[in-house]
RNA sequence: GGAGCCUUAGCUCAAUUGGUUAGAGCGCCGCCCUGUCACGGCGGAGGUUGCGGGUUCGAGCCCCGUAGGCUCCGCCA
């Protein structure tokens, strides 16, 4: 026997998505396990892998033996080789193995066409069981729905096919980022994790310094400023593949580290960042998906997508559009409808298209639901056996009732949903409606349109009612559009919208970025329009605003979710699906049991004290 | 911080209205089996029905609490 035990080179020059002989010779094998085929027949080849299914017939014993690329079986006959045959009997799921043999053809008739190896099978001179496994804690062949025994087995769940094709996936989308961003002329360029911590945003992870005790880095939530400062630094084309960090509760799409596609470029405008990164999704999915996506991408202003569709990341892949009513029921006699309407909100609804049928159940999860987003309650037809079956009917006139057939296109079966509130309150009820709905209806199930979006045009600043103050909608370096500049003089910053756009497939936001202000002066505005003091503002942005008078560029830039990309482009419902070792919805590892308690000493470093002794 | 759904063998699930000893398939263990590829046959082990309490003659099933998981709202510039 040869071989070599702790030798790693057998991965060495092996690319994810093509598989092909290492650069350096393979010690524990010669050849993969999708590789042989009746080209091979009569030659010796080395096998290295795990058993993925034992045969075991008393006397001839089959091994299909599987390693990354595929399956190989593998045959065992006493009367060839006994000692070999012995120990094959032994041999038990995810055992890893080696075997030398010949290939051979199978017999006539016992060829499997389901495998890409299955003209063939290696006949072995030698076994060599390199490690044994304990009986397996769920089966490989199947998905299993616990996903907690899962994640605490997660180096055992990541054998499964399912994760390693989205593994390999994801190999592909970066490789082709980088490759594509390169051709561009950008750089890629790190910036520090251990950053600082800044009050915007979501709350940051901290790290307690040791060397200068009782202060704080953070992790960064996103290399905003470092990205940008690389612009005053003259790079004009960055981009990095970052880790990101956001203390923030979990969402099947959310997760406290996570993987964004960071770029900025200096001297651009939002039409050369649309172009670059229309150009960049169209390499990935060549790459990925082998599939030419339409670009340019069609755009829609927030007012208009909130308008249409009752969101900043509308779903378009079915149509039930928001219509606004108020011309129809401007002198209305329905008090709900008039009121809104006097008070200068809105009147919308949607046609749930061939919903009449709903039922009690789902009735109640959408009036809760718009209650909850703040309408009063929710007004509703259904047209049933040619009658409107509503409470609200009795107010409607004729020309009303004609109206809103003609608007919304009601026929036999439809269901019409209402709203009247304020404009952003009435948008965002339909909207929320309108998502629900097409889950109920089933609307996008199997899918496989590809609707890409820009959004652009966000507000500026958003009033947060709360801490009665405004916040940036983006970000506070986001840049102003610059007709409304004077805005901000006069304090309507309600109405100031921002060079800032978003990126949006199949009604999830998968990326976001704008214009940046890179004058001194305009900062300083955003920073009084954020009610950020002067002092504060030398503490905590004291480096950028210096930076900003140093000659920095005119820049912008975007930030990809590349977990959401990925959840998208393999069809998975949660991004845990594509990270290798992701946290659960409590933001733990179960498979390394963190966060985890600490040595007092650890503590005693970093001059801290825990507060309160937990139940322990 | 809040809401909903879920928790039965290692895994996936079943168990009539609350009714005898909680079952099946896969896996595991043992024996048999020389051309299978979801190999097959025979036998076996494996359960505090998440945990605690309550109602009841009787609880996997009903009620209360609690833990854990997932999804959503808040939160996530």
């Not at 035990?5 to 999708?34: D, L, Q, W």
């Not at 003259?234 to 770029?263: H, M, N, S, V, W």
Request: hydrophobic share 40%.
């Amino acid at each position: 026997m040869f071989c070599l035990a702790g030798t790693s080179r057998g991965c060495v020059g092996r690319s994810g998505s093509n598989p092909r002989k290492a650069a350096t010779a393979e010690v524990y094998r010669t050849h993969h396990c999708a590789e042989l085929r009746t080209k091979d027949i009569g030659s010796t080849v080395t096998l290295a892998g795990w058993v993925h299914v034992r045969r075991d017939h008393g006397g001839v014993v089959f091994i299909d033996l599987r390693d990354r690329e595929g399956l190989t079986q593998v045959v065992f006959r006493p009367e060839e080789n006994a000692g070999a045959t012995e120990q094959a009997h032994t041999l038990r799921h995810e055992d890893v193995v080696q075997i030398i043999g010949k290939v051979a053809a199978r017999l006539p008739g016992t060829e499997n066409p389901k495998l890409v190896t299955g003209e063939i099978e290696v006949l072995p001179d030698t076994l060599t069981i390199l490690n044994r496994a304990d009986v397996l804690p769920f089966p490989l062949d199947s998905d299993p729905s616990n996903e907690d025994l899962r994640l605490s087995h997660r180096y055992f769940d990541l054998r499964r096919p399912h994760l390693a094709r989205n593994l390999r996936m994801r190999h592909r989308v970066t490789k082709a980022t980088r490759d594509f961003l390169d051709e561009q002329g950008f750089l890629e360029i790190e910036t520090p994790i251990l950053s600082k911590s800044t009050p915007e945003g979501a709350r940051d992870f901290l790290v307690p310094s040791r060397q200068t005790p009782g202060k704080f880095y953070a992790l960064p939530q996103a290399p905003q400023q470092y990205k940008q400062l690389l612009m005053v630094g003259g790079i004009e084309k960055y981009f990095q593949i970052a880790k990101c960090f956001r203390d923030e509760d979990l969402r099947a799409d959310r997760q406290p580290e996570f993987t964004q596609i960071d770029i900025e470029a200096s001297f651009v405008e939002p039409a050369d960042i649309f172009r670059l990164v229309e150009g960049m999704l169209a390499a990935i999915f060549r790459n990925a998906r082998e599939v030419e996506i339409p670009t340019p991408f069609p755009r829609l202003t927030w007012h208009a997508a909130m308008d249409q569709f009752g969101s900043d990341k509308p779903d378009r892949r079915f149509a039930m559009p928001l219509v606004d009513l108020a011309d129809t029921f401007a002198s209305s006699s329905f008090k709900m409808f008039r009121g809104a309407l006097d008070a200068g909100g809105a009147v919308k609804a949607i046609n749930a298209k061939q919903f009449a049928l709903v039922t009690t159940g789902q009735m109640e999860e959408l009036t809760t639901m718009a209650k909850l987003h703040g309408a009063k309650g929710l007004a509703f037809i259904k047209v049933e056996n040619g009658k409107w079956q509503s409470p609200l009917v009795k107010f409607f006139t004729e020309e009303e009732k004609a109206a809103l057939t003609s608007k919304l296109h009601i026929e036999e079966g439809d269901l019409v949903l209402f709203a009247a509130d304020k404009w952003e309150t009435a948008c965002e009820v339909l909207g929320r409606l309108r998502l629900r709905i097409s889950e109920f209806q089933k609307l996008t199930e199997n899918s496989q349109t590809l609707d890409f979006l820009w959004v652009t045009d966000f507000p500026l600043l958003a009033f947060d009612a709360a801490e009665n103050k405004w916040n940036a909608v983006h970000h506070p370096f986001t840049r102003p559009k610059a007709e409304d500049v004077p805005l901000l003089d006069s304090g309507d910053f309600g109405k100031a919208r921002a060079e800032a756009y978003d990126v949006v497939l199949n009604g999830v936001e998968i990326g976001g970025g704008s214009i940046r202000i890179h004058e001194q002066e305009l900062q300083a505005k955003m920073f009084a329009a954020l009610g950020v003091s002067e002092e504060d503002q030398q503490t905590m942005f004291g480096h950028i605003l210096r930076a900003f008078r140093l000659g920095a560029p005119p820049h912008g830039g975007i930030a990809m979710g590349l977990d959401r990309l990925m959840m998208l482009i393999c069809g998975e419902q949660s991004i845990r699906e594509v990270m290798a070792f992701p946290k659960n919805n409590r933001g733990l590892d179960l498979m390394s049991q963190s966060p985890s308690d600490v040595d007092q000493r650890q503590l005693r470093d970093l001059g801290l004290q825990l507060k309160e002794k937990r139940n322990e």
